[in-house]
């Protein structure tokens, strides 16, 4: 049957602890404060390396929506947003590497974060699987191929099966209200 009536926020609006709440759509600045509000779950910090579909070319991205999936088999999976430069790359099976940031990192997640054609100029790499490099100094390593992309609104869901793991071991970078902060561990 279809759906005609949703009603998107119960009709009483609740006040918790003083804070009224809020529908995340009803407004621009209801649409800001959404956005603010996911900045208080705080993430690790990743880049996901990959290459120009059919190209050497190499493509970076820095991402805090890595998260894992699956256990058996292994999965994970991100997002990326459908303007940035690097959304025809992650095709599905194509290979990409997730680089967990550690703690001194916070200058490549800059870096990484602007679109621009010098992201890997002077970054020093690792060889990966299928030619995708993996940035020196990182926590851990996750090599992957796109196993499916989902649509998930202003972005895409990537879900990559883990082909090949390294784990090194140092204190992350922390994502948190929109500031960076190494873990001190
Ligand atoms: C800490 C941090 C986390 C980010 N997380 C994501 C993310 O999960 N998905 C995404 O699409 N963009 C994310 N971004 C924004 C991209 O890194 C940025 O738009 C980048 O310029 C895209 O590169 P491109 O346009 O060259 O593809 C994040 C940026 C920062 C600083």
């Not at 851990?140 to 499916?148: K, P, S």
């Not at 992309?149 to 204190?171: F, L, Q």
Request: proline share 5%.
């Amino acid at each position: 049957m279809a759906i005609t009536n949703i009603s998107r926020v119960s009709e009483t609006i609740l006040t918790i602890e003083g804070k009224d709440g809020v529908d995340p759509a009803s407004s621009d600045a209801a649409r800001r404060q959404f956005r603010d509000t996911l900045g208080h779950f705080c993430t690790g910090v990743t880049v996901m390396t990959a290459l120009v579909p059919g190209t050497q070319e190499l493509v970076g991205i820095t991402v805090s929506s890595f998260n894992s999936l699956s256990l058996d088999p292994p999965l994970v999976l991100w997002s990326i947003a459908k303007d940035s430069v690097s959304y025809g790359s992650y095709q599905v099976g194509s290979a990409f590497a997730v680089n967990v940031l550690s703690a001194e990192q916070d200058q490549l997640a800059m870096r990484f974060a602007r679109t621009g054609r010098d992201k890997f100029d002077g970054v020093p790499l690792h060889p990966g699987l299928d030619g995708v490099p993996l940035l020196e100094g990182c926590v851990v390593y996750l090599e992957c191929l796109t196993e499916a992309r989902y649509p998930g609104g202003d972005h895409d869901i990537i879900v990559g099966r883990v082909r090949r793991i390294y784990n090194i071991g140092r204190a992350p970078l922390l994502f948190h209200t929109g500031s960076l902060r190494g873990l001190s561990v």
